[in-house]
């Protein structure tokens, strides 16, 4: 599974960002797919996933701002931010489970202005 992210850039505390991952077959049977990201210094952490049920999970420093959805007839997941704060600047990666094996998209930059 190859997966293509997109959507991120610079934007101002306070404001919004869509990030989308497309990925290169079917999603309707993939596990989990997921947010991920990465801030300079630190470990990688989950940010959102939703598995093929559509049971979400987010991290706690997200809940109630970020929502992740999967489009199944376009093979894209999406994560809307909103509220965005400058600790959400990081590099965010999505992130497929498919049985036993895990692929990674290849990151995209999200930097949040104070």
């Known amino acids: 599974v190859q997966l293509q992210a997109s959507g991120g850039g610079l934007v101002q505390a306070g404001g919004s960002l869509r990030l989308s991952c497309a990925a290169s077959?079917?999603?309707?049977?993939?596990?989990?797919m997921g947010w991920y990201r990465q801030a300079p210094g630190k470990q990688r952490e989950l940010v959102a996933a939703?598995?093929?049920?559509?049971?979400?999970n987010y991290a706690d420093s997200v809940k109630g701002r970020f929502t992740i959805s999967r489009d199944n007839a376009n093979d894209t997941v999406h994560l809307q931010m909103n509220s965005l704060k400058s600790e959400d600047t990081a590099v965010y990666y999505c992130?497929?489970?498919?049985?036993?094996?895990?692929?990674w998209g290849q990151g995209t930059l999200v930097t949040v202005s104070s």
């Open positions: 077959r079917s999603i309707s049977s993939i596990n989990i």
């Open positions: 939703m598995n093929s049920g559509g049971t979400t």
């Open positions: 992130n497929a489970l498919l049985r036993t094996s895990i692929y």
